[in-house]
């Protein structure tokens, strides 16, 4: 079965601080990982995917298959990250996307 | 229009009602997905298209819920007899190139069952 957990439903850092939002996932194969991402008021929208090992809005994720994890880091959070994140992972027959359930990150000043 | 389009963006139903809710995807969008998004959780798969082939209804809960896309571009989603645990938000995604793994969202349908 393809399950994507994130453990924390919020996290709130202060401006400048470093952020990490958490995404472990459980599936048998080679999985794709994605992070998708929610601003208030806008719809959802694709931040970035493990494939590209791109760089988006100073986010990055590295695929961990040890630690079954995907976790989402930016050094020094911003006002304008402030939003809903979730993981995704698609993996096995079809093209569906599996979501966690979200984390909210605050960014206060 | 710029991306997909979804109506009603709001929808009110009496319990045994059945409701129709419209996608409009990015033109030339070729994947066509529906998801449905209960409060605060994660959006849940519901059915995709492939054209107007749908390729996996897996994740349709009973068989109260029907999709179609006859003919390759709208596509609606129907419930018949609604029940109040069918109260969420509806997505609708499409995408060009169903091996990216993006997907352009609506703005959903949000759904409340009485």
């Known amino acids: 079965a393809q399950r994507v957990t994130q453990p924390e439903k919020l996290l709130s850092v202060f401006k400048g601080a470093p952020v990490e939002l958490k995404c472990n996932y459980s599936?048998?194969?080679?999985?794709?990982l994605f992070w998708y991402v929610q601003y208030s008021r806008q719809r959802l929208q694709l931040l970035l995917r493990h494939i590209s090992r791109e760089s988006i809005k100073g986010f990055t994720a590295d695929l961990n298959k040890g630690e079954t994890s995907f976790h989402l880091k930016k050094p020094f959070a911003q006002e304008e990250d402030s939003a809903m994140y979730y993981c995704a992972l698609r993996g096995g027959y079809g093209n569906k996307l599996v979501f966690g359930a979200g984390t909210i990150l605050r960014v206060k000043s | 229009g710029a991306g997909v389009s979804q109506s009603p963006r709001y929808k009110v139903a009496k319990r045994g009602q059945d409701v129709a809710l419209r996608c409009d995807p990015i033109s030339g969008h070729v994947s066509l997905f529906w998801y449905q998004q209960a409060l605060g959780q994660g959006p849940e798969f519901l059915t995709y298209f492939q054209n107007e082939a749908q390729l996996d209804k897996s994740g349709l809960p009973s068989d109260r819920f029907f999709a179609e896309r006859p003919e390759g571009s709208v596509s609606t989603l129907k419930i018949q007899r609604t029940q109040q645990e069918d109260s969420a938000v509806y997505l609708c995604?499409?995408?060009?190139?169903?091996?990216?793994?993006?997907?352009?969202f609506g703005e959903g349908s949000r759904l409340t069952v009485l």
């Open positions: 599936y048998s194969g080679s999985p794709e």
């Open positions: 995604a499409s995408s060009p190139d169903p091996n990216t793994g993006e997907l352009f």
